[in-house]
T-cell receptor, first 115, second 117 residues
Framework: AQKITQTQPGMFVQEKEAVTLDCTYD???????LFWYKQPSSGEMIFLIY??????QNATEGRYSLNFQKARKSANLVISASQLGDSAMYFC????????????FGKGTSLLVTP | EAGVAQSPRYKIIEKRQSVAFWCNPI?????LYWYQQILGQGPKLLIQ????????DSQLPKDRFSAERLKGVDSTLKIQPAKLEDSAVYLC???????????????FGPGTRLTVT
């Protein structure tokens, strides 16, 4: 069975600090993709970052980086220099090569950035 | 480039009534997805189309939900009759056909928030 686990229901971080959001997964499929999406209160899912299972280097996109530890089956999102606008729900998701490319989402982590 | 469009944004209906949602994907995107997001949970795939064919509808409650994508562009999702547990946000997403080495991430619309009373 393929499963995504986000164990942090809510996180607080002070503005300008870095924060790590945890994500672990369970799969026996050797080929998969890992995604992080942001969902502000407006409801739209915004793509942040992608990591392929065969990628050798950790993905980075601006202030977002993905700490990919394949042996531990974890794909944590690191947000550096947090901004007030980063306050939102964050979802980790996996795509499996045999799933028609649909995404399997975790339950999400609510991040609140404080001044 | 225009994003994924959905309408309506909000809908309130009574149980046992019917409702339909509409989605217009990003131009040129062959793949279209409908997800259901219940409050406090991550989105769950209901159905996936590639062009106008169904790729995966294994989690679609077919006794009450139906979806179509005529001409491989717009799509409609219908619920008939609605139940209280159908209250959720219905998200439409689209992506291009996968090519080697691409992340082909999905682009989401703003969603339709359905409340069944």
């Amino acid at each position: 069975a393929q499963k995504i686990t986000q164990t942090q229901p809510g996180m607080f971080v002070q503005e300008k600090e870095a924060v790590t959001l945890d994500c672990t997964y369970d799969t026996s499929d050797p080929s998969y993709g890992l995604f992080w999406y942001k969902q502000p209160s407006s409801g739209e899912m915004i793509f942040l970052i992608y990591q392929g299972s065969y990628d050798q280097q950790n993905a980075t996109e601006g202030r977002y980086s993905l700490n990919f530890q394949k042996a531990r089956k974890s794909a944590n999102l690191v947000i550096s220099a947090s901004q007030l606008g980063d306050s939102a729900m964050y979802f980790c998701a996996m795509r499996f090569s045999n799933s028609g490319y649909a995404l399997n989402f975790g339950k999400g982590t609510s991040l609140l950035v404080t001044p | 480039e225009a994003g994924v469009a959905q309408s309506p944004r909000y809908k309130i209906i009574e149980k046992r009534q019917s409702v339909a949602f509409w989605c217009n994907p990003i131009s040129g995107h062959a793949t279209l997805y409908w997800y259901q997001q219940i409050l406090g949970q991550g989105p769950k795939l209901l159905i996936q189309f590639q062009n106008n064919g169904v790729v995966d509808d294994s989690q679609l409650p077919k006794d009450r939900f139906s979806a179509e994508r005529l001409k491989g562009v717009d799509s409609t999702l219908k619920i008939q009759p609605a139940k209280l547990e159908d209250s959720a946000v219905y998200l439409c997403a689209s992506s291009p056909l996968p090519t080697g080495g691409s992340s082909y991430e999905q682009y989401f619309g703003p969603g339709t928030r359905l409340t069944v009373t």
